[in-house]
């Protein structure tokens, strides 16, 4: 069966501070991946997906970047956090010609 | 932007009741989904409609699609304490887009 890892649960970073938080799926090939942003009593934000390694699309500008090194690994980064990075962040997976997406557990992020 | 919007925000019932929860949406979609992330948590994908669709079930979940008026209904019959969570609908317009409303939280009250 499929699996979605993503850590940590939680993280406090300074501001100015890089950021990296990892996402890795188990028992599939070639998913369809993604990284959300939830504020606070918010809906979901779309901040990349990707459908392939090394293929990235970023939905919206800003202060963060996405990398897929292996087929079922999506990293998001920042290479200097601010305050409104904060947040709840969710990776999920899709299958190609499947719109039906399956999350990990979230990392909530909090920059002080 | 937000493609979807729950309607209402939040809605606090007592055991036993219904829920029914609307979600509009403004451009053409493929299909719609109904998420549930209990707080804190993951999204779990409850149920997908496809635009041709008009209404699905799934045990006590009842979902409507109304194209034309773009606008979906999740209906929970016989409510418990363990629906207690936020529930958002997501719309799929092609390319790997699927985009999120801003939930409903319900409460279910013992």
């Known amino acids: 069966s499929q699996t979605i890892h993503q850590w940590p649960a939680t993280l406090v970073q300074p501001v100015g501070s890089p950021l990296s938080l990892e996402c890795t799926v188990e028992?599939?090939?070639?998913?369809?991946l993604y990284w959300y942003r939830q504020a606070a009593g918010r809906g979901l934000q779309l901040l990349f997906y990707?459908?392939?390694?090394?293929?990235i699309s970023s939905e919206v500008p800003q202060n963060l970047s996405a990398s897929r090194p292996q087929d079922r690994q999506f990293i998001l980064s920042s290479k200097k956090l601010l305050l409104s990075d904060s947040g709840f962040y969710l990776c999920?997976?899709?299958?190609?010609?499947?719109?039906?997406?399956?999350f990990g557990q979230g990392t909530r992020l909090t920059v002080v | 932007s937000q493609q979807g919007e729950e309607d209402p925000q939040a809605l606090s019932i007592q055991e036993g009741e219904n829920a029914t929860m609307n979600c509009s949406y403004k451009?053409?979609?493929?299909?719609l989904q109904w998420y549930r992330q209990n707080s804190g948590r993951g999204l779990v994908h409850l149920i997908l409609?496809?635009?041709?669709?008009r209404e699905k079930h799934s045990g006590r979940l009842r979902v409507t699609l109304d194209t034309s008026k773009k606008s979906s209904s999740l209906l929970i019959t016989a409510s418990r304490a363990a629906d207690t969570a936020s529930y958002f609908c997501?719309?799929?317009?092609?390319?790997?887009?699927?985009?999120f409303g801003i939930g409903t939280k319900l409460q279910v009250i013992p």
């Open positions: 999920a997976w899709s299958v190609e010609g499947h719109t039906e997406a399956f």
């Open positions: 028992g599939t090939s070639n998913p369809n």
């Open positions: 990707s459908v392939g390694i090394g293929q």
């Open positions: 451009t053409s979609i493929n299909n």
């Open positions: 409609i496809r635009s041709n669709e």
């Open positions: 997501a719309t799929d317009r092609g390319y790997q887009k699927v985009t």
